[in-house]
C-alpha cells in the first residue's frame, strides 16, 4: 500500500487500507508518506527508496495505490494486481495533479486496474480480489525509458555525470 510523496499525505487512504487489512486478516507494507495517521495493523514507513520499492513490489502479488503516475508505473511494470483509489483535493497551478480521477478512470479503462472512486470502496474492492487468483499481470506498456533511466543511474553512479550542474545554472565566470 504506497501514497507518494504529496503534501499532508493521503490519510484516508492509509486509514482505509489497515481497516481493511484488519477485517479481512491481511498484512502488508504501508508507505504513508508524510501522513499522520499510522496503521495499527499493516507495518509502515513513511517513504521507500525506490530501489527497495521495486523489490518489494516484485514480490506483491497485490498493490494498493493512490493515482499517482510513478507508483501505478512501477506496479505496472512489476506485474501486481493493482487497487487503485484517486486523490480527489482541489487542483492549482502550483499542485495540478491533486485530482487523480480523470486519469485513473482513463488508465483503468485501458488497463486491468481495479478502480475504487472513495477509499470507503476499498474493503468490498480487496474482498473481490482475494477470491480472485493471483496470477501475474502483464501490462504492455509500450515504453522502456524508466528501464533506460534506471540503468543508465546505475551504469553512472559516482561517475562525474553526478556532478554536473543543474539544469539552468550559469557557469560562474
Given amino acids: 500500500m504506497a501514497v507518494g510523496t504529496a503534501a499532508g499525505g493521503f490519510d484516508a487512504l492509509v486509514e482505509a487500507a489497515d481497516r481493511a487489512a484488519l477485517r479481512l486478516g491481511m498484512t502488508g507494507l504501508a508507505q504513508i508518506g508524510e501522513g499522520r495517521f499510522c496503521p495499527r495493523q499493516l507495518r509502515w514507513r513513511r517513504f521507500v527508496a ?96 524508466p528501464q533506460i533511466l534506471r540503468t543508465y543511474l546505475q551504469q553512472h553512479r559516482g561517475s562525474r555525470h553526478r556532478r554536473a550542474r543543474p539544469v539552468g545554472e550559469v557557469p560562474r565566470a
Fill in 50 to 145: 525506490p530501489d527497495e520499492l521495486a523489490a518489494l513490489l516484485a514480490r506483491r502479488p497485490l498493490v494498493v495505490t493512490h493515482g499517482g503516475m510513478g507508483l501505478l508505473g512501477d506496479a505496472m511494470r512489476a506485474g501486481c494486481r493493482i487497487v487503485a483509489v484517486p486523490r480527489a483535493r482541489a487542483t492549482s497551478r502550483r499542485h495540478p495533479s491533486n485530482d487523480q480521477r480523470a486519469f485513473l478512470e482513463r488508465l483503468a479503462q485501458r488497463y486491468p486496474i481495479r478502480l475504487c472512486r472513495s477509499p470507503e470502496a476499498l474493503e468490498e474492492a480487496l474482498a473481490e480480489l482475494a477470491l480472485a487468483a493471483p496470477a501475474p499481470i502483464r501490462y504492455p506498456l509500450g515504453s522502456t525509458v
